[in-house]
């Protein structure tokens, strides 16, 4: 059975910086790629970026590119989103998906990792 | 790219057929046709109804169809259940980047 399983909800303070978690399990995860998805409170899901965990190729939403960092451990089957200072505004879930190729659609989706960011 | 366009919301009484829009550019929606579509009702992850504009995954009711003209897709759900009620977000691949439409919430009259 494919699972994707995320890090548990996250309290931080503004300026804090933050790296989650997305670990695939059931399948080959050097085959498929991860993109990570924001849903702020009360508003639409936008696309973040994605990696390639085969070599860690990734691309970026303009919107995202330079505040937050997609990366991925392949011996532990892990993709990670972190942030080296976090705002207010980063206050989400965040959810992870595994798809077939670059341009592939969203079968399997890991349970989302909320993320709070309050002084 | 900038967030495909959707409707805020639609409604439609049990049984009857609505049909959701979403209006890219040549650049996405217009240019590929990796259109897909999703279900998200809150608290849960989203769940993949529709890809490759047409396309239905094994499990998906047969209710819901997609399509696609020029730089608009569209979903249409027939035979509206009470259970279609939810937020539903279209998605296309852009190339550089995938985008999402801003989400439409369905109401069940």
């Known amino acids: 059975e494919v699972q994707l399983v995320q890090s548990g909800a996250e309290v931080k303070k503004p300026g804090e910086s933050l790296k989650i978690s997305c670990k695939g399990s059931?399948?080959?995860?050097?085959?498929?790629?991860i993109t990570w998805v924001r849903q702020m409170p009360g508003k639409g899901l936008e696309w973040m970026g994605r990696i390639d965990p085969s070599d860690s190729y990734t691309n970026y939403s303009p919107s995202f590119q330079g505040h937050v960092t997609i990366s991925a451990d392949r011996s532990i089957n892990t993709a990670y989103l972190q942030w080296s200072s976090l705002k207010a505004s980063d206050t989400a879930i965040y959810f992870c998906a595994r798809h077939w190729g670059v341009s592939g659609y969203y079968y399997d989706w890991g349970q989302g990792t909320l993320v709070t960011v309050s002084s | 790219q900038s967030a495909l366009t959707q409707p805020a919301s639609v409604s439609g009484s049990p049984g009857q057929s609505i049909t959701i829009s979403c209006t890219g550019t040549s650049s996405d929606v217009g240019n590929f046709n990796l259109v897909s579509w999703y279900q998200k009702h809150p608290g849960k992850a989203p769940k993949l109804m529709i890809y490759e504009v047409t396309k239905r995954p094994s499990g998906v009711s047969n209710r819901f169809s997609g399509s696609k003209s020029g730089n608009t897709a569209s979903l249409t759900i027939s035979g509206l259940q009470a259970e279609d009620e939810a937020d539903y977000y279209c998605c296309s691949y852009g190339g550089s980047d995938t985008v999402f439409g801003g989400g439409t919430k369905v109401t069940v009259l």
């Open positions: 059931g399948y080959s995860f050097t085959s498929y790629w």
